[in-house]
């Protein structure tokens, strides 16, 4: 792995044998990008890829010199209207009215490992050797401000981590209405965009379509990264697929409003900007101040999506996840949302869990309705004690109770909200986010807390720590369930206002950092009505997240799938729930439901009480099959298949990393009358490895790559006596051992 600089030629080269990022000193010093995709020889210049043509309708930097127009130059950190049109990375205003910048190059330093970004998550090295840090100083002379471009490159993976800062040295205030994490100019369009996008209850289906000259682009502009995009994607050339071709994933660090663009210019070339969304963007930059972006990972594969998602998996599993449960199997749980909802007493709540345990279940959490007034939505949030009519002895007794059991005991919370109906709202009205004279829009009957307010922030951090520290907890489900409007603070003064929603996800990080610090045994996940927040910023405080509110085993198919493109199955909170589904109203299996939601982080949504003997029987099996394969499933590679978004079948598989052990999830939609005789092609297998399927035939794992497994109805080896033949969402898991 290097990090080299060509003096002569101005030229950096980043290197690690799998990918090449070239980027050079232009004409009129600021940065060009010359290059990113697979590795390639080092030399002296590669000025003869600046191609300088003049070309009428151009303005030019120099005068006399009609060749050289920032338009027609690829750059890493582009500003706008110095010659060229399109959208920046940056832009600042001025006292003077001025958006005019011009960043110059002034000097570089090259680090091992990758240092931290404070109050932000990141990506980080365990050992210096496994990262290489390239800084690039550019300043703008006139305005007085340096901006630090930052490049790690990782060893072992194809992947690179940027970021920027700016620092206003000089003596004027200046407002950043626009900071990127990252901006990629690419010489040509031919490209597919992909984007995982939905809303509550169908999130990150996979969208694609053919880049077009003008922009396209996905964004959110809720408060938090959102249902209904992903701060996450991926350019392929056309034809590529899981397993050949080539692709790139850009992936934001980011928890709030995000932008992920491409613009087509038109001469074909593709810029790629994501960052923080510029739209309500104003951060207010007064001298001796700086600003830091959010990271952004760019992941470059020319062996498909499969691949690149692998080295995301690898990346954010085992070094974006931090903490004592990065590396451990995740507990298989019981949640009591879905089988109470807010009508509980202890009792019940020990009865749900004393089943489960008796099922093998390891860990029970209490849900939504424990504290405050809050026996419906209206009510109680803010107010994080627990409510003495539902708890008489509190969490501590529950918590007691709970490990009585043999299990460990979680707990649900919604730190950022209140209700009207709370005494926390009741004493502090004004630490809501709202607008002067304005109305406070509700969303689920509650409010935003303005988290960009540290003493917001401290007080909910003293309440939640109070519980944490008197119970035995050693998990917390954190919630949020409304996006934000009328966004204000009060503690700020007007030309700050275009801060305060960044400042809210500085303040939600600082919490989780507080309380991960505090409570460092206790395995947090992170949830948003769902997955209305599954992004890398919060897998930095919280390893796992809840997926989605729809645990209905088919929609789940396609949520899973689409989110496996970014994130490891590790991070993928995925639960069987009750029949009828509560969000479909639809009847699949519980085979079904339990093998879907094995490729994630396993649970059960439901009160396992209201089962026959026979369903408890397997529930049980499929607890005992959790606990022999979640090594593999959640720390293995995993393989996409076959597509729900293509067809009636999807499939997908794990692989242990010693490739001795491998388990196939297949999963039909309707079933077929007299269909085709079907095969799926694995992955990942050692060619010249015996295989044993499910215990019976043996079969080599290049047969099984090349010619496939054979699965025509093949659901029948797993149906029990007593159920119909193949039906609709049939289900199953094949479990390969070399
Ligand atoms: C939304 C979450 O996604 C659910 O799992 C549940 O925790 C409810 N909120 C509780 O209000």
Redesign the pocket.
């Known amino acids: 792995m290097s990090i080299l600089f060509h003096e002569n030629t101005q030229t950096f080269h980043l290197t690690n044998g799998q990918i090449s990022y070239l980027m050079k000193v232009l004409p009129d010093g600021s940065l060009g990008q010359l290059y990113f995709g697979r590795a390639i020889r080092d030399r002296e210049s590669f000025d003869h890829l600046l191609e300088m043509h003049p070309r009428p309708m151009s303005a030019c930097v120099f005068e006399g010199d009609k060749r050289f127009s920032l338009e027609h130059c690829l750059q890493e950190y582009p500003v706008y209207g110095t010659t060229d049109f399109r959208r920046p990375a940056v832009e600042l205003v001025q006292p003077n009215g001025s958006r005019i910048a011009s960043f110059v190059y002034q000097s570089h330093t090259v680090t091992p490992g990758k240092p931290g970004l404070a109050g932000l998550p990141a990506t980080y090295c365990e050992e210096a050797g496994e990262g290489e840090t390239l800084t690039v100083c550019l300043r703008d002379p006139l305005l007085k401000v340096s901006l630090l471009l930052s490049y790690t490159l990782f060893r072992d993976l194809p992947a690179l981590a940027r970021s920027a800062r700016l620092v206003n040295e000089g003596g004027q205030d200046l407002h950043l209405t626009t900071a990127m994490s990252l901006s990629l100019d690419l010489p040509d369009s031919g490209y597919e965009l992909i984007h995982f996008s939905g809303a509550w209850s169908r999130e990150r289906h996979m969208k694609v379509r053919r880049l077009e000259q003008g922009i396209q682009s996905v964004e959110s502009t809720r408060g938090h990264s959102s249902h209904s995009h992903n701060p996450f994607i991926m350019l392929r050339r056309p034809g590529t697929g899981e397993d050949s071709g080539e692709v790139m994933g850009f992936s934001l660090l980011y928890s709030g409003n995000f932008l992920a663009r491409a613009e087509v210019d038109p001469w074909d070339t593709t810029r790629v900007t994501l960052g923080i969304n510029p739209f309500g963007f104003d951060w207010k930059l007064a001298p001796g101040e700086s600003f830091q972006t959010p990271e952004a990972v760019v992941v470059w594969s020319g062996q498909g999506m499969g691949d690149m998602s692998r080295a995301f998996h690898r990346l954010y599993r085992t070094r974006l996840a931090r903490g004592q449960w990065r590396d451990r199997p995740r507990p298989i749980l019981i949640?009591n949302?879905e089988a109470t909802y807010f009508d509980f007493t202890e009792d019940k709540l020990v009865a749900i869990a004393r089943a489960a345990r008796e099922d093998g279940v390891e860990l029970f959490v209490l849900?939504?309705?424990w504290f405050g007034a809050r026996c419906s939505?209206s009510a109680g949030l803010g107010d994080w004690t627990p409510n003495p009519d539902r708890l008489p002895g509190g969490v501590t007794r529950l918590a007691e109770r709970i490990e009585a059991l043999g299990m460990q005991f979680g707990l649900?919370f919604?730190p950022e909200m209140v209700n009207r109906d709370s005494q926390l709202f009741r004493a502090h009205p004004d630490w809501v986010l709202q607008t002067p004279g304005r109305r406070a829009s509700l969303g689920r009957n509650q409010l935003v807390l303005d988290f960009s307010r540290t003493e917001v922030v401290d007080n909910i951090y003293e309440q939640m720590s109070k519980i944490l520290s008197q119970a035995k907890v050693s998990y917390v489900?954190w919630?949020m369930?409304r996006s934000m409007t009328e966004v204000y603070s009060a503690a700020l003064p007007p030309d700050r206002q275009g801060e305060v929603m960044h400042r809210y996800i500085l303040g939600v990080y600082d919490l989780y950092d507080r309380l991960t610090r505090r409570f460092p045994h206790i395995l947090f996940e992170s949830?948003?009505?769902?997955g209305g927040r599954f992004d890398p910023g919060m897998l930095y405080y919280a390893p796992q997240c809840?997926t989605s509110?729809d645990s209905d085993g088919v929609e789940r198919q396609k949520i899973q799938y689409g989110t496996s493109f970014c994130y490891p199955l590790s991070s993928i909170g995925a639960h069987v729930s009750a029949v009828p589904n509560h969000q479909v109203n639809r009847l699949t299996p519980l085979s079904t439901r339990a093998n879907v939601a094995a490729f994630g982080t396993f649970g059960y949504?439901l009160d396992l009480n209201r089962l026959t003997p026979e369903e408890r029987a397997q529930v049980r099996e499929q607890i005992a099959f959790m606990k022999e394969y979640r090594q593999v499933i959640q720390f293995g590679d995993f393989y996409r298949l076959l597509s729900p978004f293509e067809g009636n079948f999807t499939a997908w598989m794990v692989v242990s990393p010693d490739r001795r052990t491998a388990l196939v999830g297949w999963y039909k939609v309707l079933n077929e009358v007299n269909g085709p005789y079907r095969r799926v092609r694995l992955r990942g297998l050692d060619p010249s490895l015996r295989y044993t399927v499910d215990g019976g035939s043996e079969h080599f794992g290049d047969e099984l790559m090349e010619v496939g497994l054979l699965t025509t109805d093949s659901a029948a080896g797993e149906r029990q006596p007593d159920e119909p033949p193949a039906r609709d969402f049939d289900s199953h898991i094949f479990v390969l051992k070399a």
């Open positions: 949640n949302w849900d939504d309705g939505d649900w919604e489900k919630d369930n949830c948003a009505s769902g809840w509110d949504e």
